[in-house]
């Protein structure tokens, strides 16, 4: 049987009992939320309406709106709180477990700041670094290490307020090898410079700085993918095999998400934007396939790049 309908199996078999008594749970808090929400819109109904009528102050409308968004979200976290902490230690860390024994599960620990600036991956400085869902251990005898990361940085306007701008959100993979990587080579979404905006022409710099070249290499559909820079256009070429950059492709293919990878000493970096890994959905059922399904089939694609790379002693020969 292999890794993903182990998993699919585990879930809707052997946990099964667990999660009926989680989603008996789940409607009342989404029937509890769903009464919140409405109250608040009420409220905000009431406030808009005076407002309008006495001032037409557009500005404070805005306000009114944006601080009960986040009054609601603010309380949705406190409501769910304890209903997530027990969901994450009785069903996510047995199937953690069952991914692999060696790995260790800590839902309140998060990805190192020293590794993630490591990786290279996202140069640009943060202000504010938080996470959760930290998995620690050894898969096929390789040390891992991987979390759901948000870095931001912060600007302020011409009124002096601040605001907050994600760098990165999403599940953040690292492994360890035996063989250092001589250079430095990372892997871009070819869609990176859009999805970075003006950041762009930052990248392009700290790359010439780094002493990073553009590699072209002879692979049609991962170059519709991908861009790949590095510091030994020899080294990235004898690391990104034909299989690799197959994998790749099919990985990127099938999560429909933006990923990026590095290889740094003997480090490989992976990180898949917009996955929230083990958060519990509060308005969908837990039996939905597609809650659950979508993070072990990205467990899967990352976890088979790290065996790919082990097994493939023809690099390891060349390193």
Known sequence: MNRLS??????????????????????KLASRLKTIAISIFFIDTILIYFIYKNSQDLENIIFVIAASVSIYFFIQKIVTKKYRENFKEKIIKKLILH??????????????????????????????????DLVVGQIQNIPVIFSDIHTQYKTKDSKG???????????????DFNKDFYGKTLIFPDTAQKL??????????????????????????????????????IEARYILTTNLMEKLVRMKKKLNKPIYISFVNNHI?????????????????LFDISLIKNYIITLKYTVGLVEELNLNKKLWSRL
Do not use: C
């Open 196 to 233: 970075f905006g003006y950041l762009g022409q930052f990248l392009q710099e700290i790359f010439k700085k780094q002493g990073l070249e553009l590699v072209k290499l002879d692979h049609p559909q991962f170059e519709k993918e991908f861009v790949v820079y590095s510091s030994d256009q």
């Open 6 to 27: 182990s998993l699919l199996d585990l879930y809707y078999n052997d946990l099964y009992n667990d999660l009926e008594i989680f989603e008996k749970e789940r409607k």
């Open 269 to 285: 970096f992976v990180a898949i934007s917009d996955i929230d890994s083990f958060e519990p959905s509060i308005f969908s059922s």
């Open 161 to 175: 307020r601040t605001h907050w701008h994600t760098i990165f959100k999403g599940l953040f993979f690292m492994a």
């Open 99 to 132: 991914l692999d024994k060696n790995l260790k599960y800590s839902p309140n620990s998060y990805f190192p700041q020293n590794l993630y600036i490591l990786s290279s991956l996202f140069p640009k400085k943060f202000d504010r670094y938080n996470g959760n």
